[in-house]
């Protein structure tokens, strides 16, 4: 395959996400306790992390935008509480300094610093992650965000405003990503090849058609490939 240019998942392709976002939901209940005992009191760690997953249900029309959703969320969560002035620029900032508070996975960096030496490169994501936050933006051609598209993976639509940015047909970009239907499915589907990060090493479900054109274990991987082509 002829690869131009890549597109490249960012949380668990690039940095294990969890940790992450425990430790935000962790700093804004601190938040809380301190300056809103209250609104901590009625909704603890797990109490809020149910209160957003309906928000996630009732707000489909939001499901590529994981920002506006939070918003809601803490909205309602004052709300409930009797409280109408939340103070969701606060909350939100609190939030996210912790979000982008992550530990690239050790292969990540030395990658990216190859990959974006070999090909143009954009990042591509439905989540909030912030590269200039987090130190990588430099590393990408391109931010492309759920968000700012209007639709999420795997909606071919993300994809192909990729394709667009990228100037680049789908069937000579390679997307890279952990997740099998988000990444590769989606991506698979719009048009362009896939690279599935498959860390752990698990066999590609049957159910989801056709295998990835590439099942690697890291980025390094990914760059040793791209080396070979360049030879060949």
């Given at each position: 395959m002829r690869i131009l240019a890549l597109t490249i998942d960012l949380d668990d392709t690039l940095w294990p996400v969890m940790p992450a976002l425990e430790k935000a939901d962790r700093d804004l209940d601190n938040y809380l306790r301190e300056h809103y005992p209250q609104v901590a009191k009625t909704w603890p760690i797990p109490a809020m992390r149910a209160l957003r997953a309906r928000v996630a249900a009732?707000?489909?029309?939001?499901?590529?935008?994981?920002?506006?959703?939070?918003?809601?969320?803490?909205?309602?969560?004052?709300?409930?509480?009797?409280?109408?002035?939340?103070?969701?620029?606060?909350?939100?900032?609190?939030?996210?300094?912790?979000?982008?508070?992550?530990?690239?996975?050790?292969?990540?960096?030395?990658?990216?610093?190859?990959?974006?030496?070999?090909?143009?490169?954009?990042?591509?994501?439905?989540?909030?992650?912030?590269?200039?936050?987090?130190?990588?933006?430099?590393?990408?051609?391109?931010?492309?965000?759920?968000?700012?598209?209007?639709?999420?993976?795997?909606?071919a639509r993300i994809f192909h405003a990729a394709s667009t940015l990228l100037n680049v047909a789908p069937e000579h970009i390679l997307h890279v990503g952990d997740d099998p239907e988000l990444d590769v499915v989606g991506a698979r589907d719009a048009g362009l090849r896939t690279a599935w990060i498959n860390r752990a090493g698990h066999p590609w479900p049957g159910t989801l058609g056709p295998a990835p054109d590439l099942d690697l274990r890291d980025l390094a991987s990914l760059a040793e490939w791209l080396d070979q082509q360049g030879a060949a």
């Amino acid at each position: 395959m002829r690869i131009l240019a890549l597109t490249i998942d960012l949380d668990d392709t690039l940095w294990p996400v969890m940790p992450a976002l425990e430790k935000a939901d962790r700093d804004l209940d601190n938040y809380l306790r301190e300056h809103y005992p209250q609104v901590a009191k009625t909704w603890p760690i797990p109490a809020m992390r149910a209160l957003r997953a309906r928000v996630a249900a009732e707000r489909v029309d939001l499901a590529h935008d994981f920002t506006a959703q939070r918003y809601i969320t803490m909205q309602r969560a004052f709300d409930a509480c009797g409280i109408a002035e939340a103070p969701l620029d606060a909350l939100w900032e609190i939030y996210a300094s912790a979000r982008n508070s992550v530990e690239l996975y050790p292969d990540a960096l030395p990658a990216l610093e190859r990959l974006r030496s070999m090909r143009p490169v954009a990042s591509l994501t439905n989540g909030n992650a912030d590269l200039e936050r987090i130190g990588l933006d430099h590393h990408f051609a391109y931010h492309i965000a759920a968000r700012d598209i209007g639709a999420a993976k795997p909606d071919a639509r993300i994809f192909h405003a990729a394709s667009t940015l990228l100037n680049v047909a789908p069937e000579h970009i390679l997307h890279v990503g952990d997740d099998p239907e988000l990444d590769v499915v989606g991506a698979r589907d719009a048009g362009l090849r896939t690279a599935w990060i498959n860390r752990a090493g698990h066999p590609w479900p049957g159910t989801l058609g056709p295998a990835p054109d590439l099942d690697l274990r890291d980025l390094a991987s990914l760059a040793e490939w791209l080396d070979q082509q360049g030879a060949a």
